[in-house]
Nanobody, 119 residues
């Protein structure tokens, strides 16, 4: 069982920055793909970025994903935030699965951290 706990969300003004963290525990499997998703009210959950166990990262937008395997922590650096970035942000882990951008590939999810960007 993998437990994921996000932190670092909050309220910022347009143009501000936030760094989200996701602490992972409960797995000894080093071959874990991790990703960040977000979901705004009334919208589908969307993938933002993913990173495999070797550190190869792919993003769908302007936010930067990184991971520190020694600390079992995933990060999302968000700069130049806009009001449309307001959403609940989730980290997810794919254990023994494909490392892609589909929600169905991720079998563990955090509880989410709220990001609110004011204009």
């Amino acid at each position: 069982q993998v437990r994921l706990v996000e932190s670092g969300g909050g309220s910022v003004e347009t143009g501000g920055s936030l760094r989200l963290s996701c602490a992972a525990s409960g797995t000894t499997d080093s071959n874990v793909c991790m990703a960040w998703f977000r979901q705004a009210p009334g919208k589908k959950r969307e993938a933002l970025a993913r990173i495999d166990a070797h550190g190869t990262e792919t993003r769908t937008g302007r936010f930067l994903i990184s991971r520190d395997n020694a600390k079992n922590t995933l990060y999302l650096q968000m700069n130049r935030l806009k009001p449309e970035d307001t959403a609940m942000y989730y980290c997810a882990a794919a254990v023994g699965s494909v490392c892609g951008f589909s929600e169905t590939e991720y079998n563990y999810w955090g509880q989410g951290t709220q990001v609110t960007v004011s204009s």
